[in-house]
Each structure stands twice: as structure tokens, then as C-alpha cells.
């Protein structure tokens, strides 16, 4: 049935992080109006940093995602050594990276195998695929527990860790302790890679005209090493930024149906973070298995296509597996397990690689290291843009499909994504103009 | 074959602390029982099945959503009968339902499993598990200790 009008709405939509709907509108076979609609409330996480200590964020912000915590205490904890001056480095850096391993892995994998993976196999949930891919679902299960697992071993617990603080952590691990992971990291790795080749093996949709020179895809850039704490901020299109820059550039909007604020740069400069682009801006600091792995399922250097965004998650889990392998074997346990972070008045920024894209930081900290004021932008809120762009694209050149079809493709637009919701939500700002007499 | 317990839940919001709780008094009152393995869940819910052994015993306590009788104890014995599942659920809605079915579909259930439940009056986030469900939790500890000195080879607890 080909679609002159069309009123598609999707009140709930499923298999994503936190709660939204999705309304498209086609009048005369062109879309009129596309919306991601936020309706998670609010959360006020930056309101409820205010007049806190200087060491509170790692804890606090910690807590925005269950699915991604170690983003959250990484940005924070970089953003305020920054401004301290204080750079942390040797095995304590190495365990942060291996924490936050820990954490992709996770992520990645319960997004792919149980969130992503039922779009192209046409079933609802995770449970279905696992009726018919058992041995599979079993090992995928166990790479996920693998991921958690070094967050329990190395940040104290598999969600929400609390043995991470600024400058360090709370209590290093023995290597006795980093090497029972081992096995399991061995075990990770193969199933990683079955796992690789098993998406890949999926009929991705595309999105017509969707080129590398007409999005930007924006991601961290370091000089030696595949990005997760560090880097300077870059795009394929010539961005390149210290992350204080970028932070005077982002613009987030407002827009009347979301509760997460709309991420531009510069006002109007549409981009997009996350897997895509940090395989994009990235691909010669991988390791050459994993390069060789991406050719042979046919991920190039610089792959565009939203739908095919779950073979690059893939392929970063591989990555995440063998980095926790390559630093497990190289540590020694530091002598202290942080180094002192004092409370410095100022602005410090900092942007880390979250499983779904960059996670920026900004803290205003006055003269009693008090924190003054707090800025949060997540990647959902920096792709939203980017997935109405898409949802609007997809749509315009798929009017051929019923609507039940339609409906869940888009629907399958938004998840190329992984959205974290309720991370997005608590960017909205409240004030009150009482100038005017009123209350 | 080993007894497994397992508690769910959150030691942070309200009556949802049920499971951890339980778990803290079995592990005073079988601390010397080597074959009874205690331990609570408070994340990453989704692979429990990788906890246990197709001989196993397991039980797993956790809240239910509150209904009209708080304190409610429910036993169900997911060895016999699936249990229904959320569906196409977003990751905030993943619960043990979820996690038993997935087991229950890569081939991982073990000899007997039964869910224990208790209906929650409230989960509200900081505040202490409600008087019912005090009440509730030295009877499932009753329960589960009966139960885990001479456990039944399948069905519902004594």
C-alpha cells in the first residue's frame, strides 16, 4: 500500500532504555512531521548537583543509568581532575579503561542479542531468538556476565559501582583477582566473535543517500589508542577540539514534545555520536584482529548505514574483550589506588565514550569547591536530531511499506541507536520570571 | 546437588528489599550448611541461569507488585510451569520473569526452581521495608530454612 497520507504513532515504544513514543505524519505522500517524543519526566540531575561537594558527582551521576554508570563516573571524575590539574595515569588509568570494558561489553551485548537482534529476526523479544539459537544465546549471555563481572571485580559491583572515586578508586584489585577473569575474557572472546558474524549475517534496510560527507559523525579521538577516557573531540567532517571548546558550542534545545534537550552544535549543525563514529574517526587504533574480523563481514572504514550500527557494536565488543585481555595481563597493582584531586574554584570539562557516544561533563566549582552550577549531555540527547533526521529519510523512501511494516522499521530507526532515555531526561530546565508581578 | 537461594531486589527502596533481606538471615542461620549457597542479586538479573546447574535446587525470593494484600506470600514452581513475561519490554521492565523464561529456552533450568514472592505495601526510593513485609520475611526464612535442611525433589514448599 503506498501512503499518500499517513498518521503513524507509536505510544510506547519497546526494547529501549526508558520510556518514549515516536509519531511520523505524511500528507500528499511527503512527510510532514517527524517526532521522537520523550515523555520520561524529568529527573533534575544537574539541579541536584548544585551546592554539592566536588567528590559527589563520581556517586551521584553514577546513578542517571543502570546500563551505563561508568560513563557517568568517568566523565565526572575527568571533568573535575582536569580542573585540578591533576592527570591520573599508569595502572590507575589502566583500570578505569578496564572498568569501562567492563561496561561496553554489557552494553553492547544486551543491546545487540536482546534489545536490536529481534528487529531483523521479526520476533518481540530476546527469549524467542534463544528458543532457536540456544548454544549461541548461552555463550552471549555469559560475555554479557563477563562484562559485569569486571565491573563487580574491578568498581565493586556488576551495576552501579561504588569503589570508584576521583583520582582513582577506593581499593585497587590484586592481579590474583584481575587474573580469574581471564578464562572468562577467553571464553567472552570467542563468543564475541560468533556473535559478530551471527549479526552480520542479518538483511539490514538502508537509508538512501545516507553519505558520510552529508552527516557528522562526532566521536573521541586519541593519538594511541582506540577512544574511551581521553582525546580531543573530532568529527569526519574536520572537527577537531579540545572538549572545552566543544562544550562553548554545544546548544541544546528544547522542544516542546521531549523532556531530553535537543543537542546542535554551533545552533544548527546536525551530528550524530556513538559506535558509528567512533569506528569511523578511530579505525586504525584497532587491533588487527578485529580490522580483520570487520572485513571479513564486510564493515569498511567508515560504515554509514544506521541499521548496520549492531555489527560495529559487535566488533567493538571483540575490541572491549581483548584490550581487558591485553591490560589484565600488563598490570601491577599501583601503590596507592588514587591520587589526591583538590577542590579547585573554576570551570573543568570532560567528554567520554559511553557505550551509545560521547558523554559530556561541565562542573562550575566557586571557592569552597562547592559545586555551582552542573551540565550533563548524554549521547541520546546529541542523537536525537540525528534520529528524527533518520526516522524522516526512512520514511520518505519506504511509503511503499503497510503501515504495520512501516511502523516497525521506524521503530527499528530509533533502536539502530540505542537510545538511552531516561539518561536523556534530566536536561530539562525549570526558572521562573517573577519580574512581571505574577507568581 | 547444591541449594541455591537467591534474593532480588533492592536494599535501597522500600519493601523491594525483601529478597536481600532474606538472604542475609540464611546466611546467619546456615552458615555452616556448605551445601546451601546464598546470594543476592541487585543487577545484570538477565543471566541468573548461569548460576546454577541443571541438579540444582534453586529458590529465588523477590517483591511482587503491591496488591491489596501486603505481605502476601506466594510460591510458584517455574519447574513446572512457565511464567508469563512482560514481551517486547524495555530494559526497565526486565525481571525475574524474563530471566527464568530465557533459562528456561537456552536449555538451563535446573532440577527444581521455585519463586518465592512477597507483595510489597511500597518502593519508595530510602525508606525501610513496611511492617507486613517484616512480618513476611521471618516466614519465608522459616520456609526456606524447613525447606533447605530436607528439601522435596520438586513441587511447592512444605
Not at chain 1, 577516557?229 to 567532517?237: A, Q
Not at chain 1, 557516544?357 to 559545586?371: C, K, T
Request: with cysteine.
Amino acid at each position: 500500500m503506498t501512503h499518500k497520507s499517513l498518521d503513524l504513532h507509536v505510544p510506547t515504544l519497546t526494547r529501549v532504555e526508558g520510556e518514549g513514543a515516536m509519531h511520523v505524519v505524511v500528507r500528499d505522500g511527503v512527510v510532514d512531521d517527524v517526532q521522537l517524543e520523550i515523555y520520561e519526566p524529568p529527573r533534575m540531575f544537574e539541579a541536584f548537583l548544585r551546592g554539592r561537594a566536588h567528590h559527589e558527582p563520581v556517586d551521584i551521576t553514577a546513578r542517571i543509568c543502570g546500563i551505563c554508570p561508568v560513563a557517568y563516573q568517568m566523565s565526572a571524575a575527568h571533568a573535575i581532575e582536569r580542573l585540578a590539574g591533576v592527570t591520573v595515569d599508569g595502572p590507575i588509568r589502566d583500570l578505569r579503561r578496564l572498568l569501562y570494558c567492563g561496561e561496553w561489553i554489557e552494553s553492547h551485548v544486551l543491546h545487540m542479542a536482546f534489545l536490536h537482534a529481534p528487529d531483523f529476526l521479526g520476533v518481540d523479544s530476546g527469549i524467542t531468538i534463544a528458543r532457536d539459537e540456544p548454544e549461541l544465546m548461552t555463550e552471549v549471555l555469559h560475555l554479557k556476565k563477563t562484562g559485569n563481572r569486571i565491573m563487580e571485580v574491578v568498581g565493586g559491583r556488576p551495576i552501579h559501582p561504588v569503589n570508584v572515586r576521583l583520582g582513582g578508586f577506593y581499593r585497587a584489585p590484586t592481579r590474583r583477582e584481575l587474573g580469574a577473569l581471564v578464562a572468562d575474557l577467553e571464553r567472552a572472546h570467542a563468543a564475541a566473535v560468533a556473535l559478530v558474524r551471527w549479526v552480520a549475517g542479518f538483511e539490514f534496510p538502508s537509508i538512501p543517500d545516507r553519505l558520510a560527507e552529508h552527516t557528522e559523525f562526532v566521536s573521541l579521538r586519541h593519538p594511541h589508542e582506540y577512544p574511551l577516557n581521553e582525546g580531543r573531540i573530532v568529527s569526519n567532517l574536520g572537527l577537531d577540539l579540545d572538549v572545552v571548546e566543544y562544550g562553548t558550542r554545544l546548544r541544546e534545545i528544547h522542544v516542546e514534545h521531549s523532556t531530553a534537550l535537543h543537542a546542535t552544535l554551533d545552533g544548527d549543525r546536525r551530528y550524530q555520536v556513538g559506535p558509528l563514529a567512533r569506528w569511523m574517526n578511530n579505525v586504525d587504533l584497532l587491533t588487527d584482529s578485529v580490522r580483520d574480523l570487520a572485513a571479513e563481514v564486510g564493515i569498511g572504514e567508515a560504515e554509514t548505514n544506521p541499521f548496520r550500527s549492531i555489527v560495529v557494536r559487535g566488533l567493538e565488543t571483540v575490541w572491549a574483550v581483548e584490550e581487558a585481555l591485553r591490560i589484565i595481563d600488563g598490570y601491577v597493582p599501583p601503590p596507592e589506588p588514587a591520587v589526591a584531586v583538590p577542590p579547585v574554584a573554576g570551570v573543568g570539562a570532560a567528554a567520554t565514550e559511553a557505550p551509545r557516544g560521547l558523554l559530556y561533563h561541565r562542573y562550575e566549582l566557586d571557592d569552597a569547591g562547592i559545586i555551582a552550577d552542573a551540565v550533563i549531555v548524554p549521547p541520546t540527547s546529541q542523537n536525537q536530531i540525528a534520529i528524527e533526521a533518520d526516522l524522516r529519510d526512512f520514511v520518505q523512501s519506504h511509503l511503499d511499506l503497510d503501515d504495520h511494516a512501516l511502523g516497525h522499521r521506524c521503530e527499528q530507526v530509533i533502536r539502530n541507536y540505542d537510545p538511552c532515555i531516561s539518561c536523556a531526561t534530566h536536561f530539562l530546565r525549570f526558572s521562573s520570571d517573577r519580574t512581571g508581578g505574577g507568581r | 546437588m547444591t541449594s541455591i537461594v537467591i534474593g532480588v531486589g533492592n536494599r535501597d527502596r522500600g519493601d523491594d528489599a525483601v529478597g536481600p533481606i532474606v538472604c542475609d538471615r540464611l546466611h546467619a542461620q546456615l552458615e555452616a550448611d556448605t551445601a546451601v549457597q546464598v546470594f543476592v542479586c541487585e543487577g545484570s538479573i538477565l543471566d541468573l541461569a548461569l548460576h546454577w546447574g541443571p541438579d540444582d535446587h534453586v529458590v529465588i525470593v523477590d517483591a511482587m507488585q503491591p496488591g491489596t494484600a501486603p505481605g502476601h506470600v506466594v510460591t510458584f514452581d517455574a519447574t513446572i510451569e512457565p511464567l508469563p513475561t512482560p514481551g517486547a519490554v524495555s530494559t526497565h521492565e526486565i525481571d525475574v520473569s524474563v530471566a527464568i523464561e530465557l533459562a528456561r529456552a537456552i536449555g538451563r533450568m535446573p532440577s527444581r526452581l521455585l519463586l518465592v514472592g512477597v507483595e510489597a505495601a511500597q518502593t519508595e526510593w530510602g525508606t525501610p521495608p513496611s511492617a507486613p513485609i517484616d512480618a513476611a520475611i521471618d516466614t519465608v526464612v522459616d520456609l526456606l530454612v524447613a525447606d533447605l535442611v530436607a528439601p522435596r525433589p520438586s513441587g511447592a514448599l512444605r
